[in-house]
């Protein structure tokens, strides 16, 4: 009995040994396939780790080759500028000498103005003087010849009618020649009898009353006066009534 029941003891223990085994077997097959999964999920993640890095470090480089590329843009701009400056101070030298020679320019232009303002005025006094001295040697010739006309006057004047002949005609002509030629010249005798007295251009010997006549009348020429262009070379001298 005590046999028997050793052996059924034993039997059970196998059984529950088996039992136990078993469990194990299939717990270690679960955790296998659990194991499995987990591996391959760490795969997945780790392959999208991965990517994910990959991106990050592509962008990273992307980024970085951007601002390598702006630092070489830079550099290069910090080139440019260094080499535009030496090319600015050369481009402002042109300026400056530019400036120089657009001041010199004007400095000439406005000498050149000058001395053609001052040649002008210069050949103006020059030409007034010119008719100055013409005009005081006409009028000094002028008043040489007045005596002359004068006397021819005179002359003809005390020829009487039967005492006129070819010699008084020949006289007369030339008389007539003279007067052409002084009236060319603009000279021209000054009217006197009958006009009012100008002290400008009479000049009053006598005076005479008479109530029939204006007040300061010239009633008689007694020697005529003349003008030369605008000026008077002799006064008229005449007598005045009133």
Not at 55 to 80: H, K, L, N, P, R
Not at 159 to 186: C, N, P, R, V
Request: net charge negative; charged share 45%; glycine share 6%.
């Amino acid at each position: 009995m005590e046999k028997k029941k050793e052996d059924d003891s034993r039997k059970v223990t196998i059984d529950k040994l088996k039992e136990l085994e078993k469990e194990l077997q299939e717990a270690a097959e679960q955790q296998a396939e659990e194991t499995a999964e987990t591996e391959e999920a760490g795969e997945e993640a780790a392959g999208e780790v991965s990517e994910e890095t990959s991106e990050a470090a592509t962008d990273e480089a992307e980024a970085a080759g951007e601002e390598t590329e702006e630092v070489s843009e830079e550099a290069a701009d910090g080139e440019d500028e260094k080499e535009a400056k030496p090319k600015k101070k050369l481009f402002g030298g042109k300026e400056k000498k530019k400036d120089k020679l657009q001041e010199q320019i004007d400095e000439l232009k406005d000498k050149n103005m000058r001395q053609m303002a001052e040649f002008e005025n210069f050949r103006k006094r020059t030409e007034k003087e010119k008719q100055a001295m013409f005009e005081t040697g006409a009028r000094s010739v002028i008043e040489k010849l007045l005596p002359v006309v004068d006397n021819f006057e005179r002359g003809l004047g005390a020829l009487k009618e039967e005492e006129k002949g070819a010699f008084s005609e020949g006289m007369e002509m030339i008389y007539k020649q003279l007067m052409s030629e002084l009236e060319k010249l603009e000279v021209k005798p000054i009217d006197a009898v009958g006009k009012e007295f100008d002290p400008n251009l009479h000049n009053a010997v006598m005076h005479v009353d008479d109530e029939e006549l204006g007040e300061n009348v010239v009633v008689e020429e007694l020697q005529k006066g003349y003008m030369y262009r605008e000026t008077v070379v002799r006064h008229s001298m005449v007598k005045v009534a009133n």
